[in-house]
C-alpha cells in the first residue's frame, strides 16, 4: 500500500452555481452535479466545489474554514503560450489577477488567478518536470538535495 | 489539450522542517528536498511544503495566506481498516484529530486530521468511485444528476 497520494480536493464556496459556473465558463466539464456539490475528474483525482457551511460543519471545524488559506492549486503546462491562454480564459470566466505570467525565480514560468471564493491556482511551466498531456507530472529521479 | 488538471498541490508552512518531520512521520517518502521546499511524489501530481512567507510572495498576496481555508485534501483506500491505521499514524506523527473515522452522510466513511500548520486531510472509502493503488479515484461514467 502506497500510503503517500491525493485522492480528491474539495474547494468550500459560498454560492455553488456560481462557482460551477466559473469552472465551466473556463473550459472545464463536469462529471456529476449534486444537489451540494459538483465534481469534475481530473488526472487521477477528482476536484469537488462544496457548500462552505456544509464543508466546515463535515471537517467538524466550523468556524476555521473562512478565507483562502496557505493553499496554492496549480496545473502545468507545456508552454508559456498555453499557460496565456488559460490565464486570459480564467479572466473571461471571472477570476481576479494575482500576478500576471512570468519567469519564475526556480527557473519556469507561473501567473496566478484566485476563483470567485479566492482559491488560488497557479498556472505553471516547469522545464524540470515530466508533464503529461492530461496535467500529470513527475519529478525526475536522481534530483541533488541542496 | 485537456484543460482540467490538478498537477501540483503546495502548503504553506510555517516550520519546513517540522512540518517535513511531520510527513515523513506519516509514512512519507520525500522526493526532493530543496533549501525552501520539499517535494513528494504523488499519483501523477506534485505536493510541496513551502515557506508561508515565501508562498505568500510568491501568490502577490502577503496578507492573505495565514490560516488553512476552506479546502479539503482527501486520501482515499479502499478499506476502512486502512483509513484507521493511517489516521493512527497520523496521530501519532503529531496531527490534530478532527473527526474519527466513522460513516458519512454521502455513504461512504470518512474522518480528518490537521497537519502541523492546520491543513486539514481527510482520510476516506468512497465505494461508489474507483480506486487504482496508488490513490488516484475515477468518477463512473453514467452517474445521474440529482
Given at each position: 500500500m502506497t500510503v503517500q497520494r491525493l485522492s480528491m480536493v474539495t474547494l468550500g464556496v459560498a454560492d455553488l452555481a456560481r462557482s460551477r459556473d466559473f469552472y465551466e465558463s473556463w473550459g472545464w466539464e463536469k462529471r456529476q452535479d449534486a444537489q451540494n456539490i459538483v465534481f469534475f475528474q481530473l488526472n487521477g483525482l477528482v476536484l469537488g466545489l462544496f457548500s462552505l457551511t456544509m464543508l466546515a460543519a463535515d471537517q467538524a471545524r466550523?468556524?476555521?474554514?473562512l478565507g483562502t488559506g496557505a493553499v496554492t492549486l496549480a496545473q502545468n503546462y507545456a508552454t508559456e503560450a498555453e499557460v496565456d491562454e488559460r490565464f486570459d480564459a480564467a479572466l473571461s470566466a471571472g477570476a481576479v489577477e494575482l500576478k500576471r505570467p512570468g519567469a519564475a525565480p526556480w527557473g519556469g514560468s507561473s501567473g496566478y488567478v484566485a476563483d470567485p471564493d479566492g482559491h488560488v491556482w497557479e498556472l505553471a511551466v516547469n522545464p524540470f518536470w515530466d508533464l503529461a498531456s492530461d496535467g500529470s507530472v513527475s519529478i525526475p529521479d536522481h534530483l541533488p538535495e541542496s
Amino acid at each position: 500500500m502506497t500510503v503517500q497520494r491525493l485522492s480528491m480536493v474539495t474547494l468550500g464556496v459560498a454560492d455553488l452555481a456560481r462557482s460551477r459556473d466559473f469552472y465551466e465558463s473556463w473550459g472545464w466539464e463536469k462529471r456529476q452535479d449534486a444537489q451540494n456539490i459538483v465534481f469534475f475528474q481530473l488526472n487521477g483525482l477528482v476536484l469537488g466545489l462544496f457548500s462552505l457551511t456544509m464543508l466546515a460543519a463535515d471537517q467538524a471545524r466550523p468556524d476555521a474554514v473562512l478565507g483562502t488559506g496557505a493553499v496554492t492549486l496549480a496545473q502545468n503546462y507545456a508552454t508559456e503560450a498555453e499557460v496565456d491562454e488559460r490565464f486570459d480564459a480564467a479572466l473571461s470566466a471571472g477570476a481576479v489577477e494575482l500576478k500576471r505570467p512570468g519567469a519564475a525565480p526556480w527557473g519556469g514560468s507561473s501567473g496566478y488567478v484566485a476563483d470567485p471564493d479566492g482559491h488560488v491556482w497557479e498556472l505553471a511551466v516547469n522545464p524540470f518536470w515530466d508533464l503529461a498531456s492530461d496535467g500529470s507530472v513527475s519529478i525526475p529521479d536522481h534530483l541533488p538535495e541542496s
